[in-house]
Every structure is written in C-alpha cells, then in structure tokens.
C-alpha cells in the first residue's frame, strides 16, 4: 500500500511539538511503516519543494523534532526488532532494531527474551536460542526518559547517569541503515567505511558514492553532543550518530548487548558541604578502573531542600526516605560486582572514601535490593518533576516562562572551577537555581527556575556567559541533548561561523536540497 500523506490540522496539530514545549508547523504528516513507504514520501516532499522533518518519541528538549512546515515523518509506527546476532569475536548479542521502538519496549524484550520473530533469517533464529540460554544481558544506555525511541537516541546520541562507564549511544551502534534525502539506502557497518584524513568518500548500496570534506575544527575532549562528530580518518558510521537527522534517515539500528553484572548496588551519600561532595568524587575518580562506579550523580543543596518541602508540604515523593536537615549536597554512585564478597568489599572501601571526604556512613543510604534501588531512581527522577511542577504553575501567571535547563560539560580538571562559576553568578544574580546531575563526566544540568519574564532574559544571558567561560576552558555546550533548534548560538560559541559553513557544506552533499530537518543544528543560511 503506498504510504498515506495527511493533511488534516486535527491529526497534525499534537505532533507540533516535542518536550522543548516549542511549537512548530506542518502542512502534512506520515506515519510510515516501512523504509518503501519512507523512500516514497520522501521522493513526494522533494517534488513539492518541501521540507521533512524526522519524529521519534518527541522526547527531546532542543526542538530537534519541532517541524518548521513542510511534512512531518512521524517513525513511532516502525517499531520491530527485526533480528539477532551473535559477534563470536567479542563474544556478546547483537540486535537489529527499527528506529521507532522506545527503550522501555526493547529493555522489557531484552530482559524477558520474549521476541516477535515474524521474518527473522534463520540465523537469527539461532542466534536467540543463544540468547535464551545465556544468562542475562543489557542495552548499557541508560537515559532517564524511556519512552524516547532509539532512532531518536542515535540521532542524538543520547546517554544516561551510566554513561559514566558505558559511554553513550555511540558505543553501542554497530551498524546503522540509512535514507539519504535523495531515496538512496546506506547501509554503515563498524569498521568498514573510513574518512581519509578529513576526505570523505562514502560508498552507497547502489554502488554510487558521495564525496565531502569533514568540518576541520577538533571535538573538545569531553562528552560532548555538539555538532558534527567529526576527527581525522574517522569511522564514517560516528558522522550519522548524533547528526540530529540532517545527514539521513536512520531506518535501522544494530545495537551490542552487554552481559548483565552479577549484582548492582547503589549508595546515596550526603555531606554537609558542596565541597565535601567534590572531595569524595575525585577520589571516586582515582580509583582503578576496575573499582570505579557506573554513575557517580550530583544534587546541590536546592535539590535536598525541594524535595524536602514536598515531602513536608504536599506530602508528595512519600516513597522516598527522609533526608537529614543537616544534608547540603548528595552523590548517588551506582557500582557493579559479580560476587558477594566482592560486593562487601567494595562497600568498605567506598565507605572509607565517604568518611575520607567528610560524609556521614550513618547517614547513607545503601541499596542492594531492587526495591532499594528503585526508590534512589525514585529520587533522582523527582527532581526534574517537580522542577516542572513548578515551571506549569509559574506559567500559569507568566505564559512565555520555560525552565532552563544547562548541558555544559568541562573536562576533569575544571569540574571545582566550574562548580565555582555556577555558584558565583547564580548568587550574583540571584535567580533561582537547582544544580544536578552527571558530575562524574564534570557534566551538570543547573536549571533556572525563572519567576518572572526579567528573569527568564536574565537566566539566558547566564547560560550565554557560561558558554563563553566554558568553551574557554575546553568545554562543550552541549553534552547530552544536543542542538536541535535552540542553541544555535551556543553551537556558534564553540566552534565559530567558519565552522558552521563547513557543516553546512557537509550538510549539502548528502542533502542538496537542505530537505532533511532544516534548522536542526544550525540555520540552513549563514
Ligand atoms: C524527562 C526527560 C528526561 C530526559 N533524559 C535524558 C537523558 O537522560 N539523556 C539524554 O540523552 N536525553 C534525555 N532526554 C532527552 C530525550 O529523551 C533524548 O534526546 C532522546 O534521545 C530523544 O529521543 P526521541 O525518540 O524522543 O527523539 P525525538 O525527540 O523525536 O527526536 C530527536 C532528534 O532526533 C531526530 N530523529 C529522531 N528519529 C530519527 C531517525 N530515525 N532518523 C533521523 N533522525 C531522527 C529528530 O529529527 C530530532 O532531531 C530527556 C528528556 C526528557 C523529557
């Protein structure tokens, strides 16, 4: 059946916008079901000299998925896993999956080995039987918001408080299908297609090959979701992930697994100073590698101090324990062992860590059980709701307000610097402001709680003057959530307009029409 454009306002209107709360338009809408039905709409939107924008989940927070009118490819229809492998080399499974299945859908298949099998190759076939009988395995990324589907995840190249030791979605891509703009299928395998110094010479399924030149500026050296990953003779599969959708329609994903560790354990430590805190996460730092955490998270005191008075007030987050009054920052580490004995050993050593920096092992919370860890989870994920919580009331009075959300990442030996300079401003300016998050990649998420429109203007004028500071100091604007449509600046501020001409150079030869999620990024204009 060909693939159905629709026109009616009614069916486009809640697809407008994504978790930026921005709102876009569109004259049309497709919920394509095939990569047939995604080669013919995109052929229909070139005829008609429009644009396309490419929908996942819409969970995104940078209006990557906001439309800016033309057609709206909607992939939350394309959701199979299509088959399995096994990578005898690195001894571990592979999953082919399609780009609209969400991360909550294919960790409950992963952890339930429960899998429609309708059309898999009888190699796949054998490779689940495998899978069935080998123990317990993961997807290692880890993001906070499950629902997002995970050809939004590659086109991001999101990560999680676990990135910490798994890295981010990119080092879990194998292999990726794509639709250039013009219908033509690449199909990318790791290892297989290279940049030659920065040339790029592309091989497509059809024989045919795409020639550019990668951007010459050099990545900063932390985690980083800015831009273009791009570095001399690179692997080519790197270029698409975290792309934002303006290189190519990703239409398939091959995903590692990883074995699951024999025991997860968290521990939410809390100290009476924000300096003490930094003093356990550099020595959480220093240990070997192989004693280091998974994640090592951070909440400042206005974190501790919100969650505190909804307990107390609204009697909301009940299944979280209560806090000591005394608590002025936490680090939640999670740790991964593969005994028992080693579990209790890793436990007294980190507990002398703890009290080294000046924590309280009375006062920690230790989580062993599932249940336990649940309840930590619990608490990190009930700040950022009540920080929305409070943005929606606030609106109420003062409509244009959004919450403002940093995703700048330093490397590691800026992290007391940077920690200074969000403290310094936020209490020269004296905005509202929640600081937390992934503090073991030096990566925070400090969010203004602006109360009024003086504010807001204020509180962007910050993240500007953070961005100046940062890139100074070797650091990235964006670490986690990427571009999209609202930090185009802050993109601008890393790596300058003769940068954004080369990606938008880039851009042009696998798009030359500019059809793919225009404005994602960068303008397609200087
Ligand atoms: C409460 C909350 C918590 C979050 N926590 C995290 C977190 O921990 N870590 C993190 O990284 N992010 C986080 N995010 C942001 C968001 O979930 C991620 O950016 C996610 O990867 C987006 O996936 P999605 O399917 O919703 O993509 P969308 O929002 O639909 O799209 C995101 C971008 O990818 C493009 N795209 C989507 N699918 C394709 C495709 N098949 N081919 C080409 N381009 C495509 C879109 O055009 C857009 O530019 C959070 C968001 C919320 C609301």
Request: a negative charge.
């Amino acid at each position: 059946m060909p693939a159905q454009i629709l026109n009616d306002p009614q069916i486009i209107q809640p697809y407008l916008s994504d978790e930026s709360k921005v709102t876009g338009q569109a004259e049309s809408i497709s919920f394509a079901e095939n990569e047939a039905e995604i080669r013919e709409i995109l052929l229909a939107v070139s005829q008609a000299h429009q644009t396309l924008t490419v929908q996942g989940a819409r969970t995104g927070i940078t209006g990557g998925a906001v439309p800016k009118g033309g057609h709206i490819l909607n992939l939350s229809k394309l959701n199979r896993i299509t088959g399995m492998g096994w990578d005898a080399k690195r001894k571990r499974f592979l999953l082919s999956v399609q780009p609209g299945m969400q991360l909550n859908q294919l960790n409950k298949a992963i952890a339930e080995k429960s899998f429609d099998t309708t059309g898999w190759s009888a190699q796949a076939q054998s490779a689940l039987r495998r899978f069935q009988q080998n123990g317990a395995w993961f997807l290692p990324a880890d993001i906070t918001e499950t629902t997002a589907s995970i050809g939004g995840m590659v086109s991001t190249n999101a990560s999680g408080a676990k990135s910490y030791r798994y890295g981010s979605m990119r080092q879990h891509v194998l292999g990726l299908r794509l639709l250039l703009a013009n219908g033509k299928s690449l199909t990318l395998r790791r290892g297989e297609q290279f940049a030659q110094g920065r040339k790029v010479a592309l091989r497509l399924d059809d024989g045919s090959q795409i020639a550019g030149q990668l951007p010459a500026y050099q990545m900063p050296q932390v985690k980083n979701a800015s831009g273009y990953y791009v570095h001399e003779n690179m692997d080519l599969i790197d270029l698409f992930i975290g792309s934002e959708g303006t290189l190519g329609i990703v239409t398939e994903v091959t995903l590692a697994l990883a074995p699951q560790p024999g025991f997860t354990w968290g521990m939410m430590a809390f100290f009476t100073s924000e300096q003490n805190a930094l003093a356990y996460v550099h020595a959480l730092r220093a240990l070997p590698q192989a004693e280091q955490p998974a994640a090592i998270e951070f909440f400042d005191q206005a974190c501790l101090a919100l969650i505190r008075s909804e307990q107390e007030q609204l009697h909301t987050h009940q299944n979280i324990p209560a806090l000591s009054p005394a608590a002025q920052s936490a680090i939640y580490t999670e740790f991964t062992t593969e005994s028992l004995t080693d579990r209790d050993e890793a436990i007294n050593r980190v507990a002398d860590l703890l009290n080294a920096a000046g924590g309280d092992e009375q006062a920690t919370w230790l989580a062993l059980s599932h249940q336990d860890l649940e309840k930590l989870v619990a608490f990190r994920h009930a700040i950022p709701e009540s920080i929305n919580r409070i943005i929606a009331e606030r609106k109420r009075q003062h409509p244009n307000l959004t919450k403002l959300g940093s995703d700048m990442a330093v490397p590691d030996d800026k992290l007391d610097w940077v920690m200074k300079l969000y403290e310094d401003t936020l209490t020269q300016t004296g905005l509202e402001a929640l600081k937390f998050g992934h503090i073991g990649d030096n990566h925070l998420h400090v969010n203004i709680l602006p109360r009024n429109e003086a504010e807001y203007t204020q509180g962007k004028q910050l993240f500007e003057l953070w961005a100046r500071e940062i890139v100074a100091a070797s650091g990235t604007v964006s670490a986690e959530h990427g571009i999209g449509k609202l930090k185009h600046a802050l993109l601008a501020e890393l790596y300058g307009a003769q940068a954004l001409n080369e990606m938008r150079a880039l851009k042009r030869c696998f798009d030359s029409q500019g059809l793919l999620n225009p404005g994602n990024m960068f303008p397609l204009e200087a």
